[in-house]
């Protein structure tokens, strides 16, 4: 089990850089906060992930299948 302490040794320059720079620096965000202010967290709610599951349980998602160009538009209207 990774300890927050060893992945704050862990975050440095170096280690956000090997598979996914932007995935390192954010973990090592993460880790340097909570290590600063503990008292912020939170525990999620027992009921949020089954909500989360009735809302979009359902909905195949292909991670490998291109977006339409309707999907890729910055353009994005929100519903009121």
Same mark, same amino acid.
Do not use: W, Y
């Given at each position: 089990?990774?300890?927050?302490?060893?992945?704050?040794? !862990?975050?440095?320059?170096?280690?956000?850089? =090997? *598979? *996914?720079? &932007?995935? /390192?620096?954010?973990?090592?965000?993460?880790?340097? *906060?909570?290590?600063?202010?503990? %008292?912020?967290?939170?525990? =999620?709610?027992? /009921?949020?992930?089954?909500?989360? !599951?009735?809302? &979009? /349980?359902? &909905?195949? =998602? *292909?991670?490998?299948?291109?977006?339409?160009?309707?999907? %890729?538009?910055?353009? =994005?209207?929100?519903?009121?």
């Amino acid at each position: 089990m990774l300890i927050l302490k060893d992945l704050i040794e !862990h975050c440095s320059a170096e280690a956000s850089q =090997v *598979d *996914d720079p &932007v995935l /390192g620096q954010f973990l090592c965000f993460l880790a340097n *906060d909570i290590a600063r202010r503990p %008292e912020r967290l939170q525990f =999620v709610d027992p /009921g949020l992930p089954q909500r989360l !599951h009735s809302l &979009v /349980g359902a &909905v195949d =998602v *292909d991670l490998d299948t291109a977006l339409s160009a309707d999907d %890729e538009s910055s353009d =994005v209207t929100r519903p009121p």
